[in-house]
């Protein structure tokens, strides 16, 4: 499975492509050094060509001159060194290769990505020890220095992080969670799918969600830290927060509303045939909804509501 694939953005010549294998079998590194008409495989720890690593991720940075790769893998602790996070170097042709920053024999690098200005390099690991922990680290290239963050306080499994905008958001099983990027880092939830949902990708242009059922883009609402649903339909769901009652407002006919609890549950289908209406939630506990519009020409929108 090809997990990665990125070219230099300083060297357009240099690309690489890291795989991983399922079960027993072992994945690796490959690299070309002419745009791809040609590929070699570029050992981190095995010592002959062939089975290495299952490598996960790829992050090109440029420092003192020369390309650099930030190759993540997944952990296995019954071989020695195949953890963590790897840094390869170019330097007239040859590549050095060696492992970076502070990680355990458990540590998997689940995500790797650059800020806008490329001088910082985010790190998404987790550690399945006795107490599973999602966390970032980041690493200043400019002072060679580490800072590591705790993920979000909630049990999940982080599947993707990404940066924009002055905020990081970072996937943990159906949901997305932001924080300031500039800190003090402060998780709070921006948006839950249904449970079940797999989000496999973030990027930020806005925020665009990958997940196994297609590909969603968002906006963030700094005010609340919350991310709605960026659709060609203009629809606006007010007051939000609110005591259970809910004005929405749509420019084209909403045919169906739905209401999930964060567990998937449907707990409201109803059918307005209407562009304004009010929703009356008043009997639910507070906490955070999810409502979907479904309109007339089969688009849909998805926003998160919060009860007080």
Not at 24 to 40: C, P, T, V
Not at 192 to 211: H, K, M, R, S
Not at 242 to 249: A, H, K, L, Q, Y
Not at 284 to 300: D, K, N, R
């Amino acid at each position: 499975k090809c997990q990665a694939i990125e070219v230099s953005p300083d060297d357009p010549n240099v690309v690489m492509a890291v795989y991983s294998i399922a079960f027993n079998d072992k994945g690796g590194l490959f690299y070309s050094l002419d745009g791809g008409a040609n590929w070699d495989q570029l050992l981190l720890n095995a010592t002959a060509l062939g089975q290495d690593l299952d490598v996960t991720d790829i992050e090109f940075a440029f420092e003192g001159g020369n390309v650099v790769a930030y190759v993540g893998v997944e952990a296995d602790v019954l071989t020695s060194g195949a953890y963590g996070l790897f840094r390869a170097e170019l330097a007239g042709g040859v590549w050095s290769v060696a492992h970076d920053g502070s990680y355990g024999a458990t540590d998997a690098i689940i995500d790797l990505e650059m800020n806008a200005t490329r001088d910082t390099l985010i790190v998404l690991n987790f550690d399945p020890g006795l107490l599973p922990v999602n966390n970032v680290q980041l690493k200043d290239l400019n002072t060679n220095t580490w800072v590591s963050i705790p993920g979000p306080s909630a049990s999940g499994t982080a599947t993707a992080i990404t940066i924009g905008d002055g905020y990081a958001f970072l996937a943990m099983d159906e949901r997305v969670y932001t924080s300031p990027f500039t800190g003090p880092f402060s998780w709070s939830l921006g948006y839950a799918y249904p449970v079940g949902t797999e989000i496999n990708v973030l990027f930020y242009d806005e925020l665009l969600v990958g997940t196994g059922t297609g590909l969603y883009a968002h906006d963030l609402d700094a005010g609340l830290v919350g991310l709605t649903d960026q659709q060609a339909v203009d629809a606006s769901i007010y007051p939000n927060p609110s005591t259970g009652e809910f004005t929405i407002e749509s420019s084209e006919l909403i045919s169906e509303i739905r209401v999930y609890e964060l567990s998937g549950r449907i707990i409201i289908n109803e059918a307005p045939k209407a562009s304004k209406y009010v929703l009356n939630l008043t009997d639910a506990v507070s906490g955070m909804y999810i409502i979907e519009l479904m309109y007339a020409p089969g688009s849909v929108s998805r926003s998160s509501v919060v009860i007080e």
